[in-house]
């Protein structure tokens, strides 16, 4: 049994860890952080020119055809840079929702665009504070059109397209809800940009008034299509927040052997020794979920849905711990604007939250097993 990527997929993650490295150092993404520029443009043109956009793609409609193992690949080098780019909601919400949902027009449409990095995608869920579920959707779908408000929506105020999450019925089952497919630039929806934790990843608040949509998917099917996109970008996102947290944990390490503190390195002492230690057994424990979820996501396997949730609450935990921990070893250095590590730690609590609480994954990790277990 293999419990590691391939010669090929370890090959393409040291090829998107040399592109990041050299297009997306920390000052790209303090270019966004400072500026008002909502994503870096560049990277996104450079990430679609060398195929990362479209890595899970089939070939059929413009991507890689590789798979999502690769994509796994090159979340964790997304993760490690910080990159401040939409990939996470274009590529794991609103790609994943067409190929599983999708009629095959469009597919043609949307899938073709995201790959070239000439489409940016979003999925519309949330509705104010709480964690994903049928009774907090309340947006109306009548007649083909859409009336309501959605937030947080992740890139939602640069998306060319949403996938959103409607009411259709009032019984109060799951089948009450559908999705909808909404072209931003056909009118009918504003767009507000939201201030957050890290503004390298925007929010937005969407307004439907009178919105035409189309249906993704048949109808009183949408909330089984979102628990499935929920639990494949879990396992995506996952992969992402290792990547950060491996990151942080480097530069404590590299920070311990560089700072002279009483005539002798700082990661000498005892309690700073305890420090990285931990954050490494942190970070070890996540990768071995993420590569669970990994093998699940890929071979679509039952296990899906507990191995989406075990590595999102441990990835959660282990880039939060890391990063953390990172400004603690900096000391007082850490805390300030000037060095970097701010920067991680805003991700990780953003990435915290992005699709539903640490408590909500803990909540269906523990119904999930309790379902299995009863079959």
Not at 10 to 24: G, P, S
Not at 83 to 98: D, G, K, N, Q, R
Not at 169 to 191: H, P, Q
Not at 355 to 366: A, H, K, N, P, V
Request: proline content about 4%.
């Amino acid at each position: 049994m293999n419990f590691d990527f391939s010669d090929d997929q370890k090959q393409l993650r040291d090829e998107a860890r040399k592109f990041l490295t050299e297009k997306c150092p920390p000052k790209a993404v303090r270019a966004v952080l400072d500026g008002k520029e909502p994503y870096d443009r560049e990277l996104w043109k450079g990430l679609a020119d060398m195929g990362f956009l479209g890595v899970a793609i089939p070939e059929a409609f413009g991507g890689a055809g590789a798979g999502h193992l690769e994509l796994c690949v090159v979340a964790e080098e997304m993760g490690r840079a910080l990159a401040p780019v939409p990939f996470s909601s274009t590529v794991y919400l609103a790609a994943e929702a067409i190929l599983l949902a999708g009629s095959d027009a469009q597919k043609r449409k949307w899938l073709p665009a995201i790959a070239s990095g000439s489409a940016i995608g979003t999925l519309a869920l949330f509705e104010g504070k709480g964690n994903p579920s049928p009774q907090a959707i309340k947006l109306a779908a009548s007649g083909g059109t859409l009336n309501g408000v959605k937030k947080p929506v992740p890139d939602g105020a640069i998306a060319d397209f949403a996938i959103v999450a409607a009411r259709t019925g009032s019984s109060g089952r799951d089948s009450d809800i559908s999705l909808f497919l909404v072209d931003m630039k056909a009118g009918g929806v504003e767009a507000k940009t939201l201030t957050n934790v890290d503004p390298t990843r925007g929010q937005a608040e969407l307004t439907f008034r009178n919105c035409k949509a189309e249906p993704i998917g048949a109808a009183g099917d949408g909330w089984s299509i979102l628990s499935q996109v929920l639990d494949r970008a879990a396992v995506l996102m996952a992969f992402e927040q290792v990547g950060g947290a491996d990151r942080a944990l480097e530069m404590g390490r590299d920070y311990a052997l560089d700072r002279i503190a009483f005539g002798r390195p700082i990661g000498s002492f005892q309690a700073v020794k305890h420090i990285l230690a931990d954050m490494y057994v942190s970070a070890t424990l996540a990768r071995s979920n993420c590569y669970y979820g990994a093998w699940a996501l890929s071979t679509n396997a039952s296990e899906l849905p507990e191995a989406a949730a075990s590595a999102r609450i441990s990835a959660t935990q282990a880039f939060q711990h890391c990063s953390k921990n990172n400004i603690q070893v900096h000391g007082g250095m850490g805390f300030t604007w000037e060095f970097d590590c701010h920067m991680y730690y805003r991700r990780a609590n953003a990435a915290a939250l992005g699709l539903g609480s640490l408590s909500y994954w803990e909540d269906q990790l523990i119904d999930r097993m309790r379902k299995r277990n009863a079959a």
